[in-house]
């Protein structure tokens, strides 16, 4: 059995300094009736949301734009058996704004990706929670 103290749940503020650490995570919506789960690149902007880069036709665009999704980020060691898991939930939108869209050219996410006409999605922040996992080889 495991015990209690392996996971430790971080704050928000803990949260959200580690995403600011990683440079992938994986944003969850749904696509056709059901689950789906793609990885991208992404930056924080300030400590109300999480921002990604993609082209003005993709699927994620229309599939996103207007509605609730999760984006997941972790980090894990397989030597020490720790790491933790970061999840930030809340409404998605296609950035509109001529000024704020100029302003994410110089300071968003750069995409791996090549881009035609390019959009930046935000997920507002609504909630964010996250979970340390300690080194689990002395807990069972």
Sequence with gaps: MLQNDVFRTMDRQECLRLLAEVPVGR??????ALPAVLPV?????????????????????RAVDGVVVAFE??????????????????????VTD???H??????GPQSWMPIQ????????????????????RGAV
């Design 102 to 107: 100029e302003r994410l050219l110089r300071t």
């Design 27 to 32: 944003i969850v919506y749904t696509r056709h």
């Design 73 to 94: 980020a972790d980090s894990f060691d397989a030597v020490s058996h720790s790491g933790w898991s970061v999840v930030v939930t809340g409404p998605a939108s296609a």
């Design 117 to 136: 006409e390019d959009v930046f999605i935000r997920i507002e922040a609504a909630m964010v929670t996250g979970r340390e996992l300690t080194d689990l």
């Design 41 to 61: 690149n992404f930056v924080l902007d300030g400590d109300s949301s999480v921002l990604l880069r993609t082209s003005a036709g993709s699927d994620l665009l």
């Design 98 to 100: 001529p000024a704020e």
